[in-house]
């Protein structure tokens, strides 16, 4: 839920909560070390001073001397309940006393106070032949914080030669120490707020920085949305390159590509528009002059009949190619995609050249086809290859030569016809362009659009040249190799 509710959040307002909470924790975690480091320092104080004591000798393991010791044995004899000055007054600013092995305490060095024995000063005494000491945190008998020290302490009895362990416990007030931290934790949690609200608000301030170029991409967006207007650009510095100026980059180069794409589509339309009027404007008429015939009862001379039916069966012809044409036009990449395999180039080759010969009977073919295999559509190679074969055999003269050579990847076709005037050569591969000098010949002015398109989405290049000693050579470059790949099972 609360995942669900923090995505539902605007951008701005998440990045500003992610900032803040990875300030927050850090500075959480630079104000409890801090914290532990000073109470470890404070602490280490505290048992500095209770070590330098006037009652130790050395260090903790060996805490006063043989004659204190002697003094403290005719002492606790009695186990007395009263103040004992025996060091002096070495105890006069601290909690000191000596704990018998059943944990009674008893020998207190200082009228300050008692301090609570535990479990913890019992195994000192148990195992005060390792005479090692401990530090604790305890209480007086009021409840009172202290930092306690207990040393483990031998007395050999003089009269009866027995041994007995004793624990020797000193202690200081922790109430200034506590104090003291307590101030530091207020003032570590004052700063860490400050620290954790000062970094919402850089958070929300940089990311409405950050952002700023996101909300033009977002208003263009909604503008091209709105209006249909895909000639809006972001402006974006030439020297930057951030994951948002790349956006803006890929965002401008989209819409020209669309406003390209429509462009097209509406010459497209217009100019197919313009080339169906012609032959439907003719089948109309010569329709009509066909019902008016029957309707009128004045039929039509035979050798007219004729010569009118053909021109509609022609005008159909060339509809239903035109048609054809502008469905191959109008095929996405995506749907031409989806049939792409290895195609053996110069079967491909071949059987369009059959389909030449039958168009231009009277002409001669030649070939000399080496292997070369290819990725591409089948069908669409194949009609691209037709097409430039059917424009060699339209301006081929009478009994010409086309010759065709497919080696190394490199298709050529050559005829001997009147060739391409320098000056159109720009315009061939234009949807609809067709020379002055063709207009009378049948064709719709696509045949090779079609060819760069198919060429172009097979990942080659095709171009067409004046041929020396006359005529015009297509060349078709296409990647592929000289031997078909193995087949994946």
């Given at each position: ?124 005494i148990k195992n005060a032949s390792s005479r090692q000491g401990i530090f604790r945190n ?78 033009k991409l977002t208003e263009a967006v909604e503008h091209v949305a709105r209006t249909e ?100 036009l109008s095929r996405s990449a995506g749907q031409r995609g989806e049939r792409v395999q ?148």
């Amino acid at each position: 839920m609360l995942a669900r509710r923090f995505r539902a959040l605007p951008i701005r307002a998440r990045l500003s909560m992610l900032v803040a909470a990875a300030v927050a924790f850090a500075v959480a975690a630079v104000a409890v070390t801090c914290w532990f480091i000073v109470q470890g320092k404070l602490y280490d104080q505290l048992e500095n001073d209770l070590q330098k004591a006037q009652f130790t000798r050395g260090p903790i393991e060996q805490p006063i001397s043989q004659q204190q010791v002697n003094q403290l044995a005719d002492a606790l004899n009695n186990c007395t309940q009263t103040p004992q000055n025996i060091f002096n007054g070495g105890y006069r600013n601290t909690y000191s006393q000596v704990v018998q092995p059943d944990g009674t305490p008893c020998l207190f060095l200082t009228s300050v106070g008692r301090i609570k024995v535990t479990q913890a000063d019992l195994d000192v005494i148990k195992n005060a032949s390792s005479r090692q000491g401990i530090f604790r945190n305890g209480t007086d008998q009021d409840g009172n914080a202290v930092r306690v020290m207990t040393v483990p302490l031998t007395i050999n009895d003089r009269n009866t030669g027995t041994t007995t362990s004793y624990a020797i416990m000193a202690a200081v007030p922790l109430k200034s120490t506590e104090s003291t931290l307590n101030d530091l934790a207020l003032i570590l949690l004052l700063v860490s707020g400050v620290g954790v609200i000062g970094a919402g608000a850089a958070g929300l301030a940089v990311a409405r920085a950050g952002l700023r170029p996101v909300d033009k991409l977002t208003e263009a967006v909604e503008h091209v949305a709105r209006t249909e207007d895909l000639g809006i650009r972001i402006p974006v510095e030439e020297d930057s390159d951030d994951e948002i100026a790349r956006l803006s980059r890929s965002f401008n180069s989209m819409t020209t590509a669309l406003a390209s794409s429509r462009e097209l589509q509406q010459q497209l339309i217009a100019d197919a528009g313009h080339e169906l009027r012609t032959p439907l404007t003719s089948l109309r008429t010569n329709i009509e002059l066909l019902t008016r015939s029957e309707e009128t009862g004045r039929p039509l001379p035979p050798g007219d009949r004729k010569a009118l039916l053909a021109s509609v069966k022609a005008q159909m012809t060339e509809l239903a190619s035109l048609i054809g044409d502008l469905q191959e036009l109008s095929r996405s990449a995506g749907q031409r995609g989806e049939r792409v395999q290895v195609v053996a180039f110069h079967d491909t080759v071949e059987a369009a050249m059959v389909r030449a010969r039958l168009r231009g009977p009277e002409l001669t073919i030649t070939a000399d086809l080496k292997p070369w295999f290819v990725r591409a559509e089948p069908s669409a190679l194949e009609r691209a290859i037709v097409n430039i074969l059917d424009n060699a055999v339209k301006f081929s003269p009478d009994g010409g030569t086309i010759d065709v050579q497919l080696a190394d990847g490199v298709l050529t076709v050559r005829d001997h016809g009147p060739g391409i005037p320098a000056d159109e050569l720009p315009y061939v591969f234009d949807r609809f362009w067709r020379s002055p000098s063709a207009r009378a010949l049948p064709g719709s002015g696509l045949g090779l659009s079609i060819v760069a398109r198919t060429v172009q989405q097979a990942g080659g290049e095709v171009t067409l040249a004046r041929a020396d000693g006359g005529g015009t050579v297509a060349t078709v470059r296409l990647p592929g190799a000289a031997t078909a790949p193995p087949e994946v099972p």
